[in-house]
């Protein structure tokens, strides 16, 4: 169980191009998603916190309006990078909560996106 | 910047030997959690020990947790060459939003 997807695996687009990255929990309905980046041999990166139903909570320095979330159910949260430039390629990972945190985050499989 | 260390930054053993990677922290934290990553792709859950635990096993892994020093410990025993990956510490803060805090990682690599 709690098994979380995104999709596409990955994409390559165009500079000037929105990209949208779907994070979906598969087998249980996750009150917290979120949503990270991370740079070839670094680390995970936090960029905002998504609750179901309401707007997402953005960590220092990530532009809410470059990357727009969206949390319209409680299985199912949205990324959309916004007029992608080559900067933004990365490797975005979103994570799902249970809401309880003696239980750790359950990750997708990650989203590698280039843009060219 | 919230972020912890970790080191070593890389460890390169041989098949059967043991793996120790040291996680330091700067808040005070709920948990602290490792998460284990293969190249390209997303993360696993491995363990999870609250702040008023000292140390925890699961299977070949053994991961304590000093408070007052803030740091942890990673032990992998018998490492096999499946054991190559990169692993990173994460803190869970006492706030409500279980947000989660990475340290850098040490990449592992195991040699059969």
């Known amino acids: 169980g709690a098994v979380v997807s995104q999709h596409p695996s990955w994409v390559i687009c165009k500079s000037g191009t929105s990209v949208k990255i779907e994070c979906r929990s598969l087998d249980f309905q996750a009150t917290t998603m979120f949503w990270y980046r991370q740079f070839p041999k670094q680390s995970l990166m936090l960029m905002a916190t998504s609750n179901e139903g309401s707007k997402a909570t953005y960590e220092q320095g990530v532009e809410k309006d470059k990357f727009l979330i969206n949390h319209a159910s409680l299985t199912l949260s949205t990324l959309t990078v916004t007029s992608a430039h080559p900067e933004d390629s990365s490797f975005y990972i979103c994570?799902?909560?249970?809401?309880?945190?003696?239980?750790?985050?359950?990750f997708g499989p990650g989203t590698r996106l280039t843009v060219l | 910047s919230q972020q912890g260390e970790e080191d070593p930054q890389a460890l390169s053993i041989q098949e059967g030997e043991n793996a120790t990677m040291n996680c330091s922290y700067k808040?005070?934290?709920?948990?602290l959690q490792w998460y284990r990553q293969n190249s390209g792709r997303g993360l696993v859950h491995l363990i999870l020990?609250?702040?008023?635990?000292r140390e925890k096993h699961s299977g070949r892994l053994r991961v304590t947790l000093d408070t007052s020093k803030k740091s942890s410990s990673l032990l992998i025993t018998a490492s096999r060459a499946a054991d190559t990956a990169s692993y990173f510490c994460a803190t869970g803060g006492r706030g409500a939003t279980n947000k989660l805090i990475f340290g850098t990682g040490t990449l592992l690599a195991v040699q059969p």
């Open positions: 020990i609250r702040s008023n635990e």
């Open positions: 994570s799902a909560s249970l809401g309880d945190p003696r239980i750790g985050q359950f």
């Open positions: 808040t005070s934290i709920n948990n």
